[in-house]
């Protein structure tokens, strides 16, 4: 199947979130349409983590995303819940915005608070647009993949550079870049690709259409 969105929406909960769960798609797609990112928490209210706002402006000049076009909010981290309903707000104003066509936001299947948030959030948000959830590896349980998305070996090697700005978290086994290149590789051989990047249907909508006659 051949889709195509003028505006493709992806929301992460913090930083790191987005790069892994679709750094790969953003990286092949950058270039042929509009990607709109946008983290809900900069994490600078934890004084160990001062230096994320800078290492995700790193990594998303590296998979190329327009400057202007990146987003990094200030909700505390694990305190979601409490701020549902000014998370959906600035959800509507993204939604009214740039009328997305595609929007990426966490698998149903992940069990992080902040996370289940922003899929609920999206849910409402974005009736009657197509959302894909990605993993991010370390806090999904159950995830199993049926949207497939070929996606090119120099998109999974950016994808793995752009994880390495994060100096920051360079200690977490889910960067390793084995098990980033390996993620790939399976979810290519689900696809019978090469290398695929991995999602959820959270919700399609779609058109039939024919060129025939």
């Known amino acids: 199947m051949t889709f195509f969105g003028d505006t493709v929406l992806c929301i992460g909960a913090h930083p790191d979130d987005i790069e892994l769960g679709c750094g790969a798609l953003i990286s092949d797609i950058v270039s042929q349409t509009r990607v709109i990112c946008v983290t809900f928490s900069d994490n600078q209210k934890n ?3 001062q230096n994320l706002v800078e290492e995700h402006k790193a990594s998303m ?3 190329g995303v ?4 990146t987003f990094l909010h200030e909700f505390i981290t694990r305190r979601f819940q409490a701020v549902r309903q000014e998370i959906l707000e600035v959800m509507i104003e993204l939604k009214n915005q740039y009328h997305p066509e ?3 936001v966490h698998t149903a299947q992940d069990i992080h608070q ?6 609920q959030e999206a849910l409402r948000a974005f009736r009657g647009t197509t959302l894909l959830g990605f993993d991010v590896l370390r806090s999904s349980y159950g995830f199993f993949p049926d949207f497939l998305v070929e ?3 120099d998109g999974v090697k950016r994808k793995i550079r752009a994880l390495k700005a994060y100096k920051t978290y360079a200690d977490k086994y889910y960067l390793d870049e084995n098990i980033i290149h390996a993620t790939a590789i399976r979810h290519g051989a689900l696809a019978e690709r090469r290398f695929a990047e991995g999602f959820d249907i959270l919700r399609i909508v779609g058109q039939f259409g024919s060129n025939i006659l």
């Open 151 to 153: 996606v090119s070996e």
């Open 102 to 104: 595609v929007v990426l």
């Open 61 to 63: 000049k590296i998979l």
């Open 114 to 119: 902040d996370h289940q948030t922003i899929t």
């Open 47 to 49: 004084p160990s983590l």
């Open 66 to 69: 327009n400057p202007e076009n």
